[in-house]
């Protein structure tokens, strides 16, 4: 059997991560390898120059009313997987950045490319570029175009024969752009394509085409990264009392789960890695280098890496006597929405650090996003001794993070599948989770960790703070039960090997 993989994301290759979808093409392919499923995976190439290319073909792509030209290449050959890049000018005109925000008009960048890169995937299939393959596995709203282009163009035959795999990461990004009327939507970039509206339009708008809800009708089989989380989806959301379920997509999950085509299997971790020097020295060593990188970046000083630095320094005097806490992941209401909710007149995160001061702990956050919460958590971070935040991402950084905190904080208002509590329990430390999606997945409480709930966002935000206290409390007055719980968090696994046959069972069989 031979899938190929279509997606935005490869942590595999340089340069083409921003977040978790990166980590499973970089390690499905070489989990399916085992199991004698040959894999291939395509993505765009945003201009990674540290890439070593071996020529396959020049791609002509009808789009917009116009024949480009794309050129397919091969970068990566090695344990029956092969990795491809499709090389285009829309694809590193912006820098190399893998998404781009468009003010105003969601999506607009990022749906011209990914239709573009999507009818450049049929072209190579058709002309078997690729050959031999049985199945197409699509990955988000961005490789959606591939489901309308095989069920909807009489341009591609031979991949009408081929079975259609389509995950949903995230189901809050949709990538939703009108049928007609603007450069970027479904009519501009295939001028000649007949197609049913009904199957493909947003429930909210009718007249904008719904990449997201397209696959997941017209895919053979769905893919949620998580069991929980698929059942999650089959539930409209409720985002006033804090449930983020099928984001406007319920109706079409339920359908799907009627048919037998939606099928929930959660995301891995790899447990063959290699422990990074891990000590409070060496975390301040490379936070103080990582800060350096990131103001370089600006011309000017920003000022959450100026109060950062001197928290650095300060710390390097004072080593931290009681529990650490950490967190890391890209700022996003997804995240920290319960952070930042009020809390006996302070925000959420103010509480916890109040609470960590009385035992000397201290707080330490990575991560960035939205510009908002980076301001909200700069503020936090100025009224609090006791709170480091790391207003950037550094790989190095977070691998000490995971090894050297005593409670990871992942309260997540919804989490398809989540890969950071898998790495800090991989690293045995245990986290403070919300009872959502992949989370209640992985977490068991008072087993592997620590978890929190409630019907709305103010229970959740009093259930996050109350359960933070006891954690704490059990930290310090219950030294004994708090570290077999972290040995119960390092020795649980959630491999690749699990999802790969699973994946040939419900989803490729």
Excluded at 119 to 141: F, G, N
Excluded at 335 to 364: H, I, W
Aim: with cysteine; glycine share 8%; aromatic share 10%.
């Amino acid at each position: 059997m031979h899938v190929v993989m279509v997606a935005a994301e490869n942590d595999r290759l340089p340069n083409c991560k921003v977040g978790g979808v990166a980590d499973v093409i970089r390690d499905i392919p070489y989990a399916l390898t085992e199991k004698n499923i040959k894999t291939s995976v395509i993505v765009p190439d945003y201009g990674q120059r540290q890439m070593q290319r071996q020529f396959v073909a020049d791609i002509a792509v009808p789009f917009k009313q116009h024949l480009e030209t794309a050129v397919l290449w091969r970068v990566d050959e090695q344990h029956g997987v092969t990795q491809y890049v499709i090389s285009h000018s829309l694809f590193s005109e912006h820098g190399g950045a893998v998404y781009c925000n468009d003010d105003g008009r969601p999506f607009y960048t990022d749906a011209n490319k990914f239709a573009f890169f999507s009818a450049a995937v049929c072209e190579v299939i058709e002309h078997e570029l690729i050959s031999d393959v049985d199945v197409l596995h699509l990955h988000d709203w961005h490789a959606a175009c591939v489901a309308v282009l095989r069920r909807f163009s009489p341009r591609f035959e031979r991949i009408k024969h081929l079975k259609t795999v389509f995950t949903v990461h995230n189901l809050a990004l949709q990538g939703i752009r009108p049928f007609n009327g603007d450069e970027s939507s479904l009519e501009a970039w295939y001028p000649t394509l007949s197609y049913d509206g009904q199957q493909i339009c947003d429930h909210h708008y009718p007249h904008c085409f719904n990449p997201m809800r397209a696959a997941i009708n017209l895919a053979d089989k769905v893919h949620l990264v998580s069991p929980n989380y698929c059942n999650e989806v089959q539930q409209g959301s409720d985002h006033q009392a804090g449930f983020f379920g099928g984001e406007g997509l319920e109706h079409d999950m339920l359908l799907a789960a009627k048919s037998g085509k939606l099928v929930g299997i959660l995301n891995g971790c790899n447990y063959d890695y290699q422990i990074p020097e891990s000590s409070w020295s060496s975390l301040l060593e490379s936070a103080e280098s990582n800060l350096f990188i990131w103001m370089a970046k600006h011309n000017e000083l920003q000022s959450s890496h100026y109060i950062a630095h001197q928290k650095v320094n300060k710390w390097a005097s004072s080593p931290c006597q009681g529990p650490i806490v950490t967190s890391v992941g890209r700022l996003t209401d997804q995240k920290a929405l319960l952070l930042k909710q009020p809390y006996n007149d302070v925000m959420v995160l103010d509480a916890l650090a109040n609470k960590l001061a009385t035992v000397d702990g201290r707080l330490v956050i990575l991560g960035s996003g939205d510009a908002g919460l980076e301001y909200l958590f700069s503020q936090v971070m100025a009224r609090n001794e006791n709170v480091l935040y790391l207003k950037g991402y550094g790989e190095g950084i977070g691998d000490i993070l995971y090894q050297i905190g005593d409670l990871f904080l992942m309260p997540s208002s919804f989490e398809p599948c989540g890969i950071s509590q898998m790495l800090a329990m991989r690293a045995g430390q245990p986290c403070l989770v919300n009872d959502v999606g992949g989370l209640a997945d992985t977490v068991e409480d008072n087993v592997t960790g620590f978890v929190f709930s409630g019907d709305n966002i103010s229970e959740q935000s009093q259930g996050l703070v109350a359960r933070f206290g006891q954690c704490i409390d059990m930290f310090n007055g219950d030294s004994e039960r708090y570290h077999k719980i972290c040995e119960n968090a390092a020795e649980k696994r959630f491999t690749w090997e699990q999802s790969a046959i699973l994946y040939r069972e419900k989803l490729y069989e």
